[in-house]
């Protein structure tokens, strides 16, 4: 664990050691710290100072770290910007998803869909489908009557590579 300390301009982690919070529950400053959403500590002892709001005793700053304020301030790397490609011609990319189980299942029994999206003109199709093994009827359906109406080729397929588009037949 590491606890943020800044002097002037410059930021520093200090190592702090790591605290059970469950042993922290008899503390009154970690439990406003929870019933506030996690709020820092410092404007909870400004709140109990002023005399603010009632009810809060007076806190003390704690030197262990709140694990979930920790894992909210993470930030993630932006996405690469080869993603932001577009396709310039129809079939050039095309983006396919299954999704379900839906419940309740339509009235046909149908409890998957398989959207397929073109990169280019943003056309979308979706296949309603009673199991996931018809993803493979549904997409060579799609591929002839595309490639017909078209006259171009699916050059690339991108999916989220779940396992109904890595087996075999596919």
Not at 37 to 44: A, D, P, T
Not at 61 to 76: E, F, G, M
Request: charged share 20%; hydrophobic share 40%; aromatic share 8%.
């Amino acid at each position: 664990m590491f606890r943020e300390l800044q002097i002037g301009c410059i930021r520093e982690l200090n190592a702090v050691e790591p605290a059970c919070l469950l042993t922290s529950l008899g503390d009154q400053g970690w439990l406003w710290h929870g019933r506030l959403g996690h709020v820092n500590f410092n404007s909870l002892k400004q709140l109990a100072d002023k005399e603010m709001a009632g009810g809060i005793p007076l806190i003390q700053k704690p030197d262990q770290v709140c694990q979930s304020c920790l894992v909210a301030k993470q930030t993630r790397t932006p996405f690469p910007h080869s993603t932001h490609w577009r396709a310039d011609e129809p079939l050039e990319l095309v983006h396919v998803d299954l999704c379900g189980p839906i419940t309740p299942s339509t009235l046909s029994g149908n409890k998957y869909f398989m959207l397929l999206v073109d990169d280019c003109t943003r056309w979308c199709t979706m296949y309603m489908l009673k199991s996931k093994d018809e993803a493979v009827l549904a997409f060579a359906k799609f591929k002839a009557q595309v490639e017909n109406n078209c006259g171009n080729n699916i050059k690339v397929l991108r999916s989220d590579r779940g396992g109904e588009f890595l087996n075999g037949v596919f």
